[in-house]
């Protein structure tokens, strides 16, 4: 079962990295493939700065996942894209509904969740400090 986590956390990783690279180096067509349009250099900008970064800094911190195990990382990547899950809600219930919305939003949730799953699997789950080693550092 590691294995398919660890193949799962790739593949993630992978998505992950293609898709900020692809707004470092194309941010217009990167852009225009999720629906949005930079339509000044600040629009640009953003699209290079946050979209990438997003992308990117997710991408690292699974990839450090799967070399230093360590549930965090999973975590992290976790909470991004729930928040970004929680913000397409949001668009659902003011915005019209568009298919490719749905279709993101869902991978955002699976994505979520398998991290989160993931998390408490060795090698990634971490046991609790035992209490004499505690109290030994507390002295």
Avoid: K
Wanted: aromatic share 10%; hydrophobic share 60%.
């Amino acid at each position: 079962m590691v294995r398919v986590y660890q193949f799962l956390i790739g593949a993630f990783a992978l998505l992950f990295l293609f898709m900020g690279i692809g707004f470092v180096m194309n941010p217009v067509q990167a852009g225009g493939g999720i629906g949005l349009e930079a339509m000044t250099p600040e629009g640009m900008n953003a699209l290079r700065g946050d979209l990438s970064g997003l992308f990117l800094a997710s991408a690292g911190l699974l990839i450090w996942a799967l070399v230093r195990p360590n549930p965090y990382y999973l975590r992290a990547v976790a909470v991004l894209m729930l928040a970004i899950a929680a913000g397409r809600v949001t668009g659902f219930v003011t915005d019209p509904l568009a298919n490719d919305s749905l279709i993101a939003f869902v991978v955002e949730l699976v994505t979520a969740a398998v991290l989160l799953r993931a998390a408490v699997v060795p090698p990634w789950r971490r046991e609790p400090i035992p209490a004499a080693w505690r109290e030994a550092t507390d002295a």
